[in-house]
T-cell receptor, first 113, second 111 residues
């Protein structure tokens, strides 16, 4: 699975949109982009995933560039409860998935009042 | 539906002691993982399994052994615990095509 690069930390004002970038320049055609977050010391929680089209669910939106080399997770109206570490990973979907799944350091998002 | 359950949740060991962490999932997932997380750090993959009876090494496998005798269980063993293995251990499971589901973590201290 391809590696990802994320900024170590970001701040966001409460109520504003939080835009978290991720670089995955070596992504291959059968790899999806997944986002997880970890609040305090809990187990990471799945947020969203996508292949090449923009995706939206009740938690967030995922914007993937046309060349698929980078993506942005958008939390439209950040709250204090969104303060967490956010991980971007890429993963082969379906056959060919070796199972080895590496997490990076993630981005620590601090939402401020 | 319990999801992914880790036992024990807390444990204190002395250097040289052995122990086993148990991960159980009730979602019939093929893939299972063990990660460790040190303070202020990201998750590091220790070992993983893509099916019953199979295991493979991750990023930091030294000092750990694993077994997947049953599809629903993935055991992580420390044969001779060292202070460097003080960490929070997370287990996760997934289908080959799905997202990961994580347990709540097991906090291990080695004195």
């Amino acid at each position: 699975d391809a590696k990802t690069t994320q900024p170590p930390s970001m701040d966001c004002a409460e109520g504003r949109a939080a835009n978290l970038p991720c670089n995955h320049s070596t992504i291959s055609g059968n790899e999806y982009v997944y986002w997880y977050r970890q609040i305090h010391s809990q187990g990471p929680q799945y947020i969203i995933h996508g292949l090449k089209n923009n995706e939206t669910n009740e938690m967030a939106s995922l914007i993937i560039t046309e060349d698929r080399k980078s993506s942005t997770l958008i939390l439209p109206h950040a709250t204090l409860r969104d303060t967490a570490v956010y991980y971007c990973i890429v993963r082969v979907y379906g056959s060919g998935n070796t199972g080895k799944l590496i997490f990076g350091q993630g981005t620590t998002l601090q939402v401020k009042p | 539906n319990a999801g992914v359950t880790q036992t024990p949740k807390f444990r204190v060991l002395k250097t040289g002691q052995s122990m086993t962490l148990l991960c159980a999932q009730d979602m019939n997932h093929e893939y299972m993982y063990w990660y460790r997380q040190d303070p202020g750090m990201g998750l590091r993959l220790i070992h993983y399994s893509v099916g019953e009876g199979t295991t493979a090494k991750g990023e930091v496998p030294d000092g750990y052994n694993v077994s997947r005798l049953k599809k629903q269980n993935f055991l992580l063993g420390l044969e001779s615990a060292a202070p460097s293995q003080t960490s929070v251990y997370f287990c996760a499971s997934s289908r080959p095509t799905g997202e990961l589901f994580f347990g709540e973590g097991s906090r291990l201290t080695v004195l």
